[in-house]
């Protein structure tokens, strides 16, 4: 088998799609944020007014930064509490046609944190364990609130750029509210209906029961399982409705579909960088930062091909179809890995335990940069500004002079702020591996042994605390160890981002905006970008390389020996 045109004829139609979509995405949630007219204001303009009379908001009151974060919090706090009480009372609650029982307290704790934090790392399988109910009005719903809740972060931040002197960063339930009426609602019903269309299962009946050829009888599962699986790729959530997720027939039928799922897990992160750019009103700033994304992103993509498509002596074929999905073939496995990845999605066509070493590195890559590339709806956009911070913060001492950035100034709180943001999920990830390689708890769960086992491990507590929420598989982490610690990185990697940009949301909001000067650094040019790649990837390298080293660096170099594990 070769490397065909027709393979770089799909990376060339995904890529090509992504480019045009981006604008007309980004552009539509501009007007959306900013108030203006738009495609779906006569929709649901009468429902958004409803929403705040009844729930009593005034949409013209704003929130200082804290006043946002509590609201934020509050919020999220409540969606953990149902989820995790629809787990425990699901054998009394409806729609359950396989009379399902409740959910252990440990799973139901870490799926809780897993849907509220926008990772949807799952430990279990749900067509044997999740009710319809659950899936629907607890899982389902999470996907819409936790995707909502990642992106109107990133709208304080640019309000703290372009206001001066005032506290207000911005109303969080008029936020919320307008980013899941008019985008996520909208794009997830357009994008489920077509998914039906294509054979993607939606029904309330019970599971059925046929016969085999062989003459067995086989339960086959269905469920409403398209309306969650838009959702779960345009809120960059994951989180699949069957344990194979979209390796699975009946999530993900067809190449039409695998396509557009493949492009949904970037579209509206790839958006946001353009709406960042339209608010702001420097459309030069969003192109510096969508074109960083990019450029990673081809990099990391052409890095995990080489190694797919390569011969390596281990192998008795080459290239391996090993855990790929036969339907789709090897580039768009490829491809649905390194999007997944790069945008804290979580969902799968392919097993990635099964990938070379190389691209299970890339993954782990992917997901150490602190999900960045693209990232996850908001999270890589609002990530994203830690580290432009910090670069501009170094920029500033290369040239001697106090960092800035659009016309503020960037000062202590907000470099302490922008370190607690990269170093805090890092810290996690790392300290949560080690404890899982050393004790008993971690090691027992394991699948395989030497690098590839360590990778597993580091793959997991990566995913948590990327709030990524990927599987590397060979790891079965519905133990009450996995369970507790994994939760444990997810809210370390959701919060401990979300309220250090935020704090600096506010801080940005109360400074006076200076002009340039002949010593401003500017940060809307080719050298800035290429700083910008810099600082990422020395920051991930010195955290991980260490790590990485143990797990698929030297796996890489035994399976160039002729060993595998």
Same mark, same amino acid.
Not at 32 to 39: A, P, T
């Given at each position: 088998?070769?490397?065909?045109?027709?393979?770089? &004829?799909?990376?060339?139609?995904?890529?090509?799609?992504?480019?045009?979509?981006?604008?007309? &995405?980004?552009?539509?949630?501009?007007?959306?944020?900013?108030?203006?007219?738009?495609?779906?204001k006569p929709i649901f303009g009468k429902l958004e007014n409803r929403v705040y009379k009844v729930c009593r908001i005034d949409p013209s009151g704003e929130m200082n930064w804290k006043e946002y974060t509590l609201a934020l919090l509050a919020f999220n706090l409540v969606g953990f509490i149902l989820v995790f009480i629809f787990q425990e009372m699901q054998r009394y609650l409806p729609i359950n046609p396989r009379h399902l029982p409740a959910v252990s307290w440990d799973l139901a704790f870490n799926t809780a &944190?897993?849907?509220?934090?926008?990772?949807?790392?799952?430990?279990?399988?749900?067509?044997?364990?999740?009710?319809?109910?659950?899936?629907?009005?607890?899982?389902?719903?999470?996907?819409?609130?936790?995707?909502?809740?990642?992106? &109107?972060?990133?709208?304080?931040?640019?309000?703290?750029?372009?206001?001066?002197k005032t506290d207000a960063i911005g109303n969080f339930w008029v936020d919320v509210t307008r980013t899941t009426l008019y985008i996520l609602v909208p794009l997830s019903v357009f994008l489920a209906m077509v998914l039906v269309g294509e054979g993607t299962v939606q029904t309330l009946s019970n599971y059925r029961n046929v016969q085999t050829l062989g003459g067995q009888e086989q339960v086959i599962p269905v469920g409403p399982a398209a309306?969650?699986?838009?959702?779960?790729?345009?809120?960059?959530?994951?989180?699949?409705?069957?344990?194979?997720?979209?390796?699975?027939p009946f999530e993900n039928p067809t190449p039409l579909t695998d396509f557009l799922e493949m492009l949904s897990i970037l579209l509206i992160g790839s958006g946001l960088v353009y709406t960042y750019g339209k608010m702001i009103g420097s459309m030069r700033q969003a192109f510096v930062i969508w074109s960083v994304m990019m450029a990673m992103f081809i990099g990391m993509l052409s890095v995990s091909l080489y190694s797919e498509w390569k011969f390596h002596p281990a192998y008795v074929s080459t290239p391996t179809m090993e855990g790929k999905e036969t339907r789709f073939g090897i580039t768009n496995s490829v491809i649905w890995e390194v999007a997944t990845t790069s945008a804290s999605n979580g969902s799968v066509n392919a097993m990635h335990d099964s990938m070379t070493p190389l691209s299970g590195l890339v993954a782990l890559v992917n997901m150490m940069t602190g999900e960045v590339i693209f990232g996850g709806v908001g999270a890589g956009l609002y990530g994203m500004f830690h580290f432009i911070l910090l670069t501009v913060f170094i920029a500033g001492l290369m040239v001697g002079r106090t960092p800035e950035y659009l016309g503020k100034k960037i000062e202590t709180y907000e470099v302490k702020m922008a370190v607690i943001g990269v170093v805090a999920p890092s810290a996690a990830i790392l300290i949560l591996t080690a404890i899982g390689s050393v004790t008993h708890a971690g090691l027992s769960a394991i699948n395989n042994s030497g690098p590839h086992g360590f990778s597993e491990i580091l793959y997991a507590f990566t995913s948590a605390a990327a709030n990524n929420g990927s599987a590397f598989a060979g790891l079965n982490t519905n133990t009450v160890f996995y369970n507790l610690t994994q939760a444990a990185g997810m809210l370390i990697g959701r919060y401990a981002v979300i309220i250090p940009i935020l704090a600096i949301s506010g801080s940005l909001a109360r400074k006076k905006s200076i002009p340039p000067s002949p010593g401003t650094f500017p940060t809307d040019t080719p050298l800035f970008g290429f700083l910008l790649v810099g600082v990422i990837i020395i920051i991930s390298a010195l955290t991980f390389f260490p790590a990485l080293a143990l797990g698929p660096v030297v796996e890489h170099f035994l399976m160039l020996a002729g060993k595998t594990f």
């Open positions: 088998m070769k490397f065909r045109t027709l393979d770089v &004829v799909q990376i060339g139609l995904y890529l090509v799609a992504l480019v045009l979509l981006t604008p007309l &995405v980004g552009g539509f949630m501009a007007n959306v944020f900013s108030g203006e007219k738009h495609l779906m &944190v897993s849907f509220v934090t926008n990772t949807n790392w799952q430990s279990y399988a749900g067509e044997t364990t999740m009710s319809y109910f659950v899936q629907m009005l607890g899982l389902t719903v999470q996907n819409f609130l936790s995707a909502a809740t990642g992106i &109107v972060v990133v709208l304080p931040f640019i309000r703290g750029i372009v206001r001066k309306s969650q699986i838009a959702i779960k790729q345009l809120g960059s959530n994951g989180g699949g409705f069957f344990n194979m997720n979209s390796t699975h």
